[in-house]
């Protein structure tokens, strides 16, 4: 069975700095998705960032972007130029391409953003 | 924002009570999914579904059960409230394809006394 772990229960990082969200996960399969969710305080759970697994380029989007390595099945969040919007839950996720109705969370990182 | 609703957003009620969670989305997904999140912690799938008719239950447990009766639709019933019930539920969809996002409902935070 897969499983995906999370091993930062919670980071601070100062504003406009850059902090990285580790993420790890196990599975035997060689296609599958990963993605980052984020979690607002009371709001509601939004996607940052997904990536491919048959795909070697890192995913980016804007200040977001990934670190894919997928022998070592790591699949870390760096956040440039950090807002205090960027406060929350991040959830690191798991889909595999054979059983897609099924995607598999980490337990999450809390990310506080330091004025 | 998703177009993804629940009803109630907060729910105080004694034990013993039947409940109705109620969650709908605007955007033709066929693919729906509850999940039970205590604050600040991990998701558990608790029910999904592959479109109309069709039912499954997650990885986690549950006394509730769940109906599709029409693609839109994915209400989450308790029969007899506990205060282990106690928790937040999020309601999420998404279409097919193996890179689709899932799309949150912004949740129904529950509270059995």
């Known amino acids: 069975a897969q499983t995906v772990t999370q091993s930062q229960p919670e980071m601070s990082v100062q504003e406009a700095e850059t902090v990285t969200l580790s993420c790890t996960y196990d599975?035997?399969?060689?296609?599958?998705?990963l993605f980052w969710y984020k979690q607002p305080p009371s709001r509601q759970m939004i996607l940052v960032i997904r990536?491919?697994?048959?795909?070697?380029q890192n995913a980016t989007e804007n200040r977001f972007s990934v670190n894919f390595q997928k022998a070592a099945k790591s699949f870390s969040l760096k956040i440039s130029d950090s807002q205090l919007g960027d406060a929350a839950m991040y959830f690191c996720?798991?889909?595999?391409?054979?059983?897609?109705?099924?995607?598999?969370f980490g337990k999450g990182t809390r990310l506080h953003i330091l004025p | 924002e998703a177009d993804i609703y629940q009803t109630p957003r907060y729910l105080v009620i004694g034990t013993g009570k039947k409940i109705t969670l109620e969650c709908s989305q605007t955007?033709?997904?066929?693919?729906m999914y509850w999940y039970q999140q205590d604050p600040g912690m991990e998701l558990h799938l608790i029910h999904y579904?592959?479109?109309?008719?069709?039912?499954e239950k997650g990885d986690l447990s549950s006394e509730s059960t769940v109906s599709r009766i029409r693609t839109e639709h994915f209400p989450l019933t308790l029969e007899s409230a506990r205060p282990s019930h106690t928790s937040q539920y999020l309601c999420?969809?998404?279409?097919?394809?193996?890179?689709?996002?899932?799309?949150f409902g912004p949740g129904t935070r529950l509270t059995v006394l």
């Open positions: 955007m033709g997904h066929d693919k």
């Open positions: 990536q491919e697994a048959y795909k070697q």
């Open positions: 996720a798991y889909r595999s391409a054979e059983v897609r109705d099924k995607i598999i």
């Open positions: 599975t035997s399969e060689s296609d599958y998705y």
């Open positions: 579904s592959y479109g109309v008719n069709s039912t």
């Open positions: 999420a969809s998404r279409r097919g394809g193996g890179a689709a996002e899932q799309f």
